[in-house]
Structure formats: structure tokens, C-alpha cells
Nanobody
Framework: EVQLVESGGGLVQAGGSLRLSCVTS????????IGWFRQAPGKEREGVSV????????YYIDSVKGRFTISRDSAKNTAYLQMDSLKPDDTAVYYC??????????????????WGKGISVTVSS
């Protein structure tokens, strides 16, 4: 059974930090691109950051560049999203996802095969 389980969310003041973790099982972690997505109330889901399965290359949406860092640990089948200098606009439910060959078109990601249930992040002003 494939599982992606997010943790590390919660309530934080603006300017603070959180580290999200995504523990995975049921598939070959090293064969999959891992991504973090978020959906704020009343908004569409957006891809926040993605890390490749092969060379560790990364992708970030402009609004989080310089503040968020994605990483992965093959020994633990776990991916992370370090979020610093958080802003109220970062408030959302954050999802971890995995895909063999995802692609991004006009800022929208396609081809994520597996998804976690999500975890809430609230940034107060």
C-alpha cells in the first residue's frame, strides 16, 4: 500500500519557520519525483516546490524562492520542506506528492501519481 504521510505543520507567527516532513512507503522512493503542493481557502492548488529523483534538481514557485528549501533523504524514504520567513499568504493545506514523470505546464504540475492527505499550516500576522 502506497502511503505519503505529512507532518510538521501547525500555527506559527509571521517570520517564523516550520519544517514539513513527508514519510513515504509502498513505492521505490528513488524512482519518483517528490513535490510539495498547497491549497489555500478559496484558491486552486499550486505546486510549491519539486525535487527530482535523479540529480536533486529543484523547482520553486517565485513566491517562496529564497525562503523555502526542499530536500529528500533516500535512506529514510522521506522528503522535507523547510519553510523560513513565513508570511500569512503561506497559510494553506500542504500536500506531499510523488510522480514518476511529472511535468509542469504554465505553472501547473501534471503526472503526480500519489498524494498525501495534507497538513495545515497557518501563519498569523
Amino acid at each position: 500500500e502506497v502511503q505519503l504521510v505529512e507532518s510538521g505543520g501547525g500555527l506559527v507567527q509571521a517570520g517564523g519557520s516550520l519544517r514539513l516532513s513527508c514519510v513515504t512507503s509502498g513505492f521505490i522512493f528513488d524512482d519518483y519525483v517528490i513535490g510539495w503542493f498547497r491549497q489555500a481557502p478559496g484558491k486552486e492548488r499550486e505546486g510549491v516546490s519539486v525535487i527530482s529523483s535523479k540529480d536533486g534538481s529543484t523547482y520553486y514557485i517565485d513566491s517562496v524562492k529564497g525562503r523555502f528549501t526542499i530536500s529528500r533523504d533516500s535512506a529514510k524514504n522521506t522528503a522535507y520542506l523547510q519553510m523560513d520567513s513565513l508570511k500569512p499568504d503561506d497559510t494553506a493545506v500542504y500536500y506531499c506528492a510523488a510522480g514518476r514523470t511529472p511535468a509542469v505546464v504554465a505553472g501547473t504540475w501534471y503526472g503526480m501519481d500519489y498524494w498525501g492527505k495534507g497538513i495545515s499550516v497557518t501563519v498569523s500576522s
